[in-house]
């Protein structure tokens, strides 16, 4: 969004919500590829997130706190830390500014961490317990009331449309660049649509699991809670498997250059499944099914997309050096080309791991 914001300009919109004004120190905080995002900090010590929600991406701004609303109605637990919204003065959930800008606050979860990669079995085991611990809760929520806010976010048809078109519009120097990742998804996508599996159950589904979207306590090293609500919306769980799996069975980075750091960590994967069986039963046979399609589709679909913004002249992720969006892309796409040499283990320890589950 570009806009430089000064320590007084963040001062006076926090004077929008309901918090003691007092003298805070605002860090900028720069993991996420579409919001603005600080951490507030009082006396040294965190005290709260504030956002700004990218109104290009997300239309519907009251669409989107609304289903954040709902949704911690229900994401509250002894085992799953509550995300608490600061509610602004206008009592909305969020304070707008002249009709074009969308500011939101939150608590700051105290002692709290997120991280890229896993860096042990016990960390890829907790990411799954809470991944099955968030879709308990949200199982209690009707799936109706979920707004879509970005129409279509995972939906692999229109992904690849989007691609054709930007793929017909590009400069031919990015174009020319693209070639091995464009040939890539050309080679692959008719895999995917063999894999692809209809009339799967809708659920309330996070639609963004990937692990430094998980908040992990700092004294127990247990997965706390979802951060980052602004997709949930309607979904199939196996865009929550498959979105996660992509960031614990893989260790390298989103926009690694170096493929060979690149694997399928099948240690990790299997804590990840041990974790997520923790919650004992609730998938449907169908949605057992999927999750094969899933580890692939949710790395090749992020890499679509970031190759059709790359075509597209970085319009839709904020990149931080040239390249970016086609090293996201060839990385992703790599991992995504290794997870399908895996689909017959994958097959095999997902039934194993989570056979207690089916019915
Ligand atoms: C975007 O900004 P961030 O990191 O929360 C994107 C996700 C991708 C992610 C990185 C609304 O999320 O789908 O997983 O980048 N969110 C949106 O790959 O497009
Ligand atoms: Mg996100």
Same mark, same amino acid.
């Given at each position: 969004?570009?806009?430089?914001?000064? /320590?007084?300009?963040?001062?006076?919109?926090?004077?929008?919500?309901?918090?003691?004004?007092?003298?805070?120190?605002?860090?900028?905080?720069?993991?996420?590829?579409?919001?603005?995002?600080?951490?507030?900090?009082?006396?040294?010590?965190?005290?709260?997130?504030?956002?700004?929600?990218?109104?290009?991406?997300?239309?519907?701004?009251?669409?989107?706190?609304?289903?954040?609303?709902? *949704?911690?109605?229900?994401? /509250?637990?002894?085992?799953?830390?509550?995300?608490?919204?600061?509610?602004?003065?206008?009592?909305?959930?969020?304070?707008?500014? /002249?009709?074009?800008?969308?500011?939101?606050?939150?608590?700051?979860?105290?002692?709290?961490?997120?991280?890229?990669?896993?860096?042990?079995?016990?960390?890829?085991? @907790?990411?799954?317990?809470?991944?099955?611990?968030?879709?308990?809760?949200?199982?209690?929520?009707?799936?109706?009331?979920?707004?879509?806010?970005?129409?279509?976010?995972?939906?692999?048809?229109?992904?690849?449309?989007?691609?054709?078109?930007?793929?017909?519009?590009?400069?031919?120097?990015?174009?020319?660049?693209?070639?091995?990742?464009?040939?890539? *998804? @050309?080679?692959?996508?008719?895999?995917?649509?063999?894999?692809?599996?209809?009339?799967?159950?809708?659920?309330?589904?996070?639609?963004?699991?990937?692990?430094?979207?998980?908040?992990?306590?700092?004294?127990?090293?247990?997965?706390?809670?979802?951060?980052?609500?602004?997709?949930?919306?309607?979904?199939?769980?196996?865009?929550?498997?498959?979105?996660?799996?992509?960031?614990?069975?893989?260790?390298?980075?989103?926009?690694?250059?170096?493929?060979?750091?690149?694997?399928?960590?099948?240690?990790?994967?299997?804590?990840?499944?041990?974790?997520?069986?923790?919650?004992?039963?609730?998938?449907?046979?169908?949605?057992?099914?999927?999750?094969?399609?899933?580890?692939?589709?949710?790395?090749?679909?992020?890499?679509?997309? *970031?190759?059709?913004?790359?075509?597209?002249?970085?319009?839709?992720?904020?990149?931080?050096?040239?390249?970016?969006?086609?090293?996201?892309?060839?990385?992703?796409?790599?991992?995504?080309?290794?997870?399908?040499?895996?689909?017959?283990?994958?097959?095999?320890?997902?039934?194993?791991?989570?056979?207690?589950?089916?019915?």
């Amino acid at each position: 969004m570009g806009t430089v914001l000064t /320590n007084k300009d963040l001062q006076e919109l926090l004077k929008n919500f309901s918090v003691d004004q007092d003298h805070y120190v605002f860090r900028r905080i720069d993991q996420g590829f579409i919001n603005d995002t600080f951490l507030v900090l009082k006396k040294g010590q965190p005290r709260y997130i504030l956002q700004r929600i990218n109104h290009e991406v997300f239309m519907d701004v009251a669409g989107v706190m609304g289903n954040m609303t709902k *949704a911690l109605n229900y994401l /509250n637990d002894e085992d799953y830390s509550l995300v608490v919204l600061i509610p602004a003065k206008t009592t909305n959930s969020y304070y707008e500014l /002249n009709h074009e800008e969308f500011w939101r606050l939150m608590e700051y979860i105290p002692n709290s961490f997120a991280h890229d990669f896993a860096n042990n079995s016990k960390e890829a085991y @907790e990411a799954g317990r809470i991944l099955g611990k968030f879709h308990l809760l949200m199982g209690n929520a009707p799936v109706d009331q979920f707004v879509d806010t970005i129409p279509k976010f995972h939906n692999l048809s229109f992904r690849w449309q989007q691609f054709q078109e930007a793929l017909k519009n590009a400069v031919s120097v990015r174009r020319n660049k693209a070639d091995t990742a464009i040939s890539f *998804a @050309e080679k692959i996508m008719p895999r995917l649509m063999e894999l692809s599996t209809h009339e799967m159950p809708l659920r309330p589904c996070h639609n963004d699991t990937k692990l430094n979207n998980i908040l992990f306590s700092k004294t127990t090293n247990k997965a706390l809670c979802f951060i980052d609500l602004d997709t949930l919306m309607k979904g199939h769980f196996y865009y929550d498997f498959g979105d996660l799996v992509r960031t614990i069975a893989n260790t390298a980075k989103e926009d690694e250059k170096e493929h060979h750091k690149i694997s399928f960590h099948r240690p990790l994967f299997e804590s990840f499944l041990d974790g997520l069986a923790s919650n004992g039963h609730f998938l449907t046979q169908d949605e057992l099914k999927s999750l094969l399609l899933g580890t692939v589709l949710m790395p090749f679909i992020h890499g679509l997309r *970031a190759l059709t913004d790359y075509l597209n002249n970085d319009k839709y992720y904020t990149v931080s050096y040239a390249d970016q969006n086609l090293d996201r892309s060839l990385s992703l796409f790599d991992f995504s080309k290794k997870a399908l040499n895996e689909l017959s283990y994958i097959e095999e320890i997902v039934a194993k791991k989570l056979k207690h589950t089916q019915y």
